[in-house]
Each structure stands twice: as structure tokens, then as C-alpha cells.
């Protein structure tokens, strides 16, 4: 079982960055996929970038260039640096860990407005 955690959302004008955090409640050394995902309201949640443990990256079309997902395997953690942000960037974001089972954390509100 793991919990997780996120932590880092919050206001910030477009053009601007933020970097979310999720801390694991265990060693995320052999988690086979961590990865963020987003849903804005009214709207499906939606894979926005993901890290495997065989090093592997992806990121959906409309962060590509902008976000950077990374994993601090010494801290359990995995982070979400986003840059040039936009106002359809605007949702709550949750992070997601993938072992045996699929484990969800509490999700994070990230607005982006003037």
C-alpha cells in the first residue's frame, strides 16, 4: 500500500511556474509508474505526465515543453515543475502511483489567472 501526499499548487498569473510535489509513504525505488494527472471542472481527468522505473518519461501534448516531471528516489518523491503556465492549465492535480494496485493521492488546486 502507499499513501501519497501532494503538496505545491496554488495561484499564480499566467506566464508564471509552480512545482508540485507528491511525498510517498514508501519506497517509490520500485513503483512502476508515478505520474500527475489533472481535472479542471466539468471536465474527465486526464494523464498530464508520468515517470517509470525503468527511467521513461511522457507528457500529454499540451504541457510538452513546459513541464518537467523528475523523481528524487532518495526522498520518496516525485516532482512536477511547470513553467509558462496557462490558463487552461487550471485544475486540481493528482498524483498516482502504480504497483500491485492503482493508489491516488488527495489532488492539489492549481489556478492560473490574472
Known amino acids: 500500500q502507499v499513501q501519497l501526499v501532494e503538496s505545491g499548487g496554488g495561484l499564480v498569473q499566467p506566464g508564471g511556474s509552480l512545482r508540485l510535489s507528491c511525498a510517498a509513504s514508501?519506497?517509490?525505488?520500485?513503483?512502476?509508474?508515478m505520474g500527475w494527472y489533472r481535472q479542471a471542472p466539468e471536465k474527465q481527468r486526464e494523464l498530464v505526465a508520468r515517470t517509470t522505473k525503468a527511467g521513461s518519461t511522457y507528457y500529454t501534448d499540451s504541457v510538452r515543453g513546459r513541464f518537467t516531471i523528475s523523481r528524487d528516489n532518495a526522498k520518496n518523491t516525485v516532482y512536477l515543475q511547470m513553467n509558462s503556465l496557462k490558463p487552461e492549465d487550471t485544475a486540481v492535480y493528482y498524483c498516482n502511483a502504480v504497483v500491485a494496485a492503482t493508489y491516488w493521492g488527495q489532488g492539489t488546486q492549481v489556478t492560473v489567472s490574472s
Open positions: 514508501r519506497s517509490i525505488d520500485n513503483i512502476i509508474s
